[in-house]
C-alpha cells in the first residue's frame, strides 16, 4: 500500500495551511510527525513512524498492519503550482525500497 496524500487544492501564498499523510505500519507503531522541506515550487515530505517498545523477541506475528495519519503544517510563498512530494519506504516491496507520491496544489497570490 502506498502512502496516502491529503492536501487542499489551492492554497493562499504566505498562508499556513495543513496537509495530512498517511502511512502503514504494525499495530506496535505509531505516527511520529515528518519533516517538510520547501525547496521553491517542490515540497519534500518525508513522514516518520516510531516503534514503541515491544516485550518479546518475535517480530509480533498476527499483528494486522494499521494506517498511520499525521497532519503536517506548511507554507507556500510563490503563486503558481506547487508539487508535495512524499517520500517514504515501500510497505509493500520485497525488499526495502523507496516510495513516493505527488500531488499538484495552486498557489494563489
Given amino acids: 500500500m ?45 513522514p516518520y513512524d516510531r516503534v514503541q517498545r515491544v516485550e518479546s523477541d518475535s517480530a509480533c506475528p498476527g499483528v494486522a498492519p494499521r494506517l498511520l495519519s499525521r497532519p503536517l503544517r506548511l507554507t507556500l510563498t510563490r503563486p503558481g503550482l506547487a508539487l508535495i512530494r512524499v517520500v517514504g519506504v515501500s510497505a509493500t516491496a520485497a525488499a526495502p525500497a523507496l516510495d513516493s507520491m505527488d500531488a499538484e496544489i495552486a498557489v494563489l497570490p
Avoid at 23 to 40: C, H, I, M, Q, S
Fill in 2 to 46: 502506498r502512502p496516502l496524500l491529503a492536501t487542499p487544492r489551492e492554497v493562499t501564498a504566505g498562508e499556513t495551511f495543513t496537509i495530512t499523510v498517511t502511512t502503514v505500519g504494525a499495530g506496535y507503531a505509531v505516527a511520529d510527525g515528518g519533516t517538510v522541506e520547501v525547496l521553491g515550487s517542490l515540497v519534500r515530505v518525508v
